[in-house]
Nanobody, 121 residues
């Protein structure tokens, strides 16, 4: 089994910053893409940012220039630095990792439990 444990999040005023982290642990062999998604009340879950094992990154247009995703492959950890936060960034943020477990050959997606980010105006 593989676990993704998120930390960070909370309440911040508009224009402020927050940092999220997500660490993968368990019987994992390797990780391909890692990323962050978010879901606001009444809306579908959406991509925020992803990073491949080689370091390439992809961002939603709504967060480009404000959010930065990074990862440490040795620590199986991904971070999301969020600056210039806006009220519309309010959502539950989820970490996702594309993981190959030991003794298996296929990769599958694992999700974290989610962490609340609230931006007040």
């Amino acid at each position: 089994q593989v676990q993704l444990v998120e930390s960070g999040g909370g309440l911040v005023q508009a224009g402020g910053s927050l940092s999220l982290s997500c660490a993968a642990s368990g019987s994992l062999f390797s990780i391909n893409a890692m990323g962050w998604y978010r879901q606001a009340p009444g809306k579908q879950r959406e991509l925020v940012a992803t990073t491949a094992s080689g370091g390439s990154t992809n961002y939603a247009d709504s967060v480009k220039g404000r959010f930065t995703i990074s990862r440490d492959n040795a620590q199986n950890t991904v971070w999301l630095q969020m600056n210039s936060l806006k009220p519309e960034d309010t959502a539950v943020y989820y970490c996702k990792a594309d993981v190959r477990e030991r003794r298996l050959t296929a990769y599958r997606d694992y999700w974290g439990q989610g962490t609340q980010v609230t931006v007040s105006s």
